[in-house]
């Protein structure tokens, strides 16, 4: 796996866990205080696998496209990438 779909890899992950923890806080105890802090984490991630995936080289247009998605973008891109060639 190369350096950059391992770096996607890994974004996409930690933006599925906090949209997870923000959705999980949300349907429980709503703590405001909680997502104040995971909020600007999770845009912040989400912003990283955007841009990581439109201005990767070799990337698939499915892959660019589902980073995009909001709230889908971790585990479009987690999918998209294990059909990506090595070569990325």
């Known amino acids: 796996m190369t ?6 890899a ?7 866990v906090s949209v997870l ?6 349907a429980t105890v709503h703590d405001t205080a909680l997502a104040d ?3 600007p984490i999770h845009g912040a991630l989400y912003l ?3 841009v990581t995936a439109l201005l990767g080289r070799g ?5 660019r496209i589902g980073a995009l ?10 999918v998209n990438l294990r059909q990506e060639p090595r070569s990325a």
């Open 48 to 50: 990283a696998v955007a």
């Open 59 to 63: 990337l698939t247009t499915w892959t």
């Open 3 to 8: 350096g950059l779909l391992r770096t996607l």
């Open 69 to 78: 998605v909001p709230v889908l973008s971790g585990p479009l891109t987690m």
């Open 10 to 16: 890994v974004l996409s992950v930690l933006e599925t």
């Open 21 to 26: 923890a923000l959705m999980i806080n949300l």
């Open 37 to 39: 802090v995971l909020g």
